[in-house]
């Protein structure tokens, strides 16, 4: 069974936009909150910050695309790796949740030129999780990680012209 | 008689065609505003490839300026909280 945490089966019917935008509204709140207690303006405050906040969309978009995705699992986990690290939160056991494991390329001419070049190295950089998938995973994923990160900006957006009014 | 555990749970990727690579770069194309706008069939996939690498990094961009952004509109309203409850009223 899939942690409830992670799992989009138990949620009611809600677009990934709706929860990403709830999910990054309440991370800004809580670092707005703390800010409001901290008292000092120095530029490392601020640009804990600003990571604060990148870090918080980038995470609240994984958590509402859930677990179905590799790199959305990816962002996920490398969160709470982070998290084991400064003590705060155990981390989970993520044995249930099916992992890409590399798997041999099946030859064909078209997939060898695409896989090999340096292009598909890039994306693999680019895209969370992406080095550890094999080349037809790897175009489906980055497609969902494009639409998904596109709707990320388009909130952030959105919000930044709500709070600046 | 060994049993050969099958690696892959999704059938459809257990052999990667031509066709499903072609279908995964037109739909990459697709969403690409700069192959998309040209409207020409004839991108090579490598061609693609570089397209989507340079839009998700303008995409991680536009996500670091608007943190920056965000964190800066928080740092200094002091109705910050009032309007994300605004925000979080229009997004549900």
Same mark, same amino acid.
Not at chain 1, 117 to 136: H, I
């Given at each position: 069974?899939?942690?409830?945490?992670?799992?989009?089966? &138990?949620?009611?019917?809600?677009?990934?936009?709706?929860?990403?935008?709830?999910?990054?509204?309440?991370?800004?709140?809580?670092?707005?909150?703390?800010?409001?207690?901290?008292?000092?303006?120095?530029?490392?405050?601020?640009?804990?910050?600003?990571?604060?906040?990148?870090?918080?969309?980038?995470?609240?978009?994984?958590?509402?695309?859930?677990?179905?995705?590799?790199?959305?699992?990816?962002?996920?986990?490398?969160?709470?790796?982070?998290?084991?690290?400064?003590?705060?939160?155990?981390?989970?056991?993520?044995?249930?949740?099916?992992?890409?494991?590399?798997?041999?390329?099946?030859?064909?001419?078209?997939?060898?030129?695409?896989?090999?070049?340096?292009?598909?190295?890039?994306?693999?950089?680019?895209?969370?999780?992406?080095?550890?998938?094999?080349?037809?995973?790897?175009?489906?994923?980055?497609?969902?990680?494009?639409?998904?990160? &596109?709707?990320?900006?388009?909130?952030?957006?959105?919000?930044?012209?709500?709070?600046?009014? | 008689?060994?049993?050969?555990?099958?690696?892959?749970?999704?059938?459809?990727?257990?052999?990667?065609?031509?066709?499903?690579?072609?279908?995964?770069?037109?739909?990459?194309?697709?969403?690409?505003?700069?192959?998309?706008?040209?409207?020409?069939?004839?991108?090579?996939?490598?061609?693609?490839?570089?397209?989507?690498?340079?839009?998700?990094?303008?995409?991680?961009?536009?996500?670091?300026?608007?943190?920056?952004?965000?964190?800066?509109?928080?740092?200094?309203?002091?109705?910050?909280?009032?309007?994300?409850?605004?925000?979080?009223?229009?997004?549900?």
């Amino acid at each position: 069974m899939n942690p409830k945490r992670f799992s989009s089966s &138990t949620r009611p019917s809600t677009t990934v936009k709706s929860r990403f935008a709830c999910g990054f509204l309440r991370a800004l709140w809580r670092i707005n909150r703390q800010r409001r207690t901290s008292t000092s303006a120095s530029s490392r405050e601020i640009c804990r910050r600003y990571l604060r906040v990148k870090v918080a969309a980038d995470v609240s978009m994984a958590s509402a695309v859930g677990s179905r995705r590799a790199w959305s699992r990816a962002i996920l986990l490398r969160k709470l790796r982070n998290q084991g690290q400064n003590g705060t939160v155990r981390v989970r056991r993520m044995s249930n949740i099916p992992r890409m494991r590399k798997r041999n390329i099946c030859g064909n001419k078209c997939t060898e030129e695409v896989a090999g070049t340096c292009q598909a190295e890039q994306l693999r950089k680019l895209v969370p999780g992406g080095e550890e998938m094999d080349m037809c995973n790897l175009l489906g994923e980055t497609a969902h990680y494009i639409e998904c990160l &596109t709707t990320q900006v388009n909130v952030m957006r959105r919000i930044a012209e709500i709070l600046s009014t | 008689m060994s049993s050969r555990r099958s690696r892959t749970r999704q059938p459809g990727c257990s052999r990667i065609s031509d066709d499903q690579i072609n279908d995964l770069v037109s739909k990459l194309q697709q969403l690409l505003p700069e192959i998309r706008d040209r409207r020409s069939d004839k991108v090579s996939a490598a061609n693609v490839l570089q397209e989507t690498c340079n839009y998700i990094r303008s995409l991680h961009k536009e996500v670091d300026g608007l943190s920056e952004r965000l964190s800066e509109l928080l740092a200094s309203t002091d109705t910050a909280q009032a309007a994300i409850i605004r925000s979080l009223l229009v997004h549900k």
